[in-house]
DNA sequence: AGGCTCATGTAACCGGTTACATGATTAT
DNA sequence: ATAATCATGTAACCGGTTACATGAGCCT
């Protein structure tokens, strides 16, 4: 469902090649959104179907040809009603095989789960490391005339840090809890 | 493939029936591991036939009879192996159809997608409100002998209080950001 | 010769959701 | 009467993942 709507997001930006778009979705929405090749190959037929986007054959000499899309009226009307729609229910809960296993580790002893929340600590720590060069990639990306959407890029970009940053205090405190316990 | 595992962390602690589990995962797991009640009896099925789990019917007089299930030796194998496996590539890249409308709202006029998160920053509110209550709960519930399992909830329950403060303090620097954008 | 980037797909599968179906007992 | 709680499921669907398949041109 979703996958549908970024897709016609980027094409509400410019027209772009099902190649493109499997390389946007990995530079700028990765984060909240990850997205297969596949399933964007699969969501662009579908979305030509419904008549929110065309695609037109390029022919290349010196790369193998391509297929570059273009959003329709129809399709930019959609889009923007999805924009515009409040539909509540989503990121309060979101699923976490992880916190799950959390939940149920009491059947282990501390020095296990403690291990378990290092690992993640320490992913935590390498992805924020990441992230934090994104915003000034943002900074040089845009032209004037883009300045505005340069904002929400910036405004999920810091929610991306903001989150991991509470991970990673979330999971010290925990494990100095559990530390407690090993001594105990 | 994670519902089941929370089917055999409940079946861990005690034998129970789908029902009691469908109870089980609305009062407590719910936040991060949301489950259908047609789900947990398709499961069940399943680790039924897988021999991770074995059940009985009992037949009840004054109600409908009912399914109680316990776990076997099997299935409390595959349980503990589960728990003490890292695997990484949780959380981290987590999905998130909001942020991305969030990400092409550079679409639409400020004063709309302020809209959206002061609607957004209501619902996480409210979320917040209930949660605190969590915690005294879990207290209230485990005796002397289960103190060191309700570490862990009250961890996990941490996470989530956490994670909506952050959410909250988020949406007040957008919606902050965006109002500069209103007067400018 | 081997690996990278460009470029596009198909097929099988699966975890999970939505909607529907049923029916007994208990409390108001 | 009727709503709530107890109790268990089936069927259709769908969004998304995994694995696989192909092939041209470029760089080292």
């Known amino acids: 469902m979703s996958l549908s709507f970024g897709i016609l997001g980027f094409l509400n930006y410019k027209p772009m090649s099902g190649y493109d778009l499997v390389k946007a979705f990995e530079s700028s929405l990765e984060f909240f959104w990850h997205a297969q090749n596949s399933h964007i190959y699969l969501e662009l037929k579908k979305l030509e179907q ?14 193998p040809n391509k297929k570059i899309f273009s959003i329709t009226e129809t399709g930019k009307k959609e889009f923007l009603s999805w924009l515009a729609k409040e539909n509540g229910e989503d990121l309060t809960h979101f699923k976490s095989a992880f916190l799950m296993k959390i939940f149920f580790s009491g059947n282990t002893p501390p020095a296990q789960s403690a291990k378990l ?14 992230m ?13 005339k883009e300045f505005y959407q340069t904002i929400y890029w910036q405004l999920t970009a810091d929610f991306g840090q903001r989150y991991i940053k509470t991970c990673i205090e979330w999971a010290n405190h925990c494990i100095e809890i559990l530390d407690t316990f090993k001594e105990a």
Request: proline fraction near 2%; charge should be negative.
């Open 50 to 63: 419904k008549g929110y986007i065309c695609g037109k054959t390029v022919i290349q000499s010196e790369r």
């Open 132 to 144: 934090e060069a994104i915003p000034e990639s943002i900074e040089n990306y845009g032209s004037d």
């Open 117 to 130: 929340l290092r690992q993640f600590l320490n992913d935590c720590e390498v992805y924020l490391h990441k």
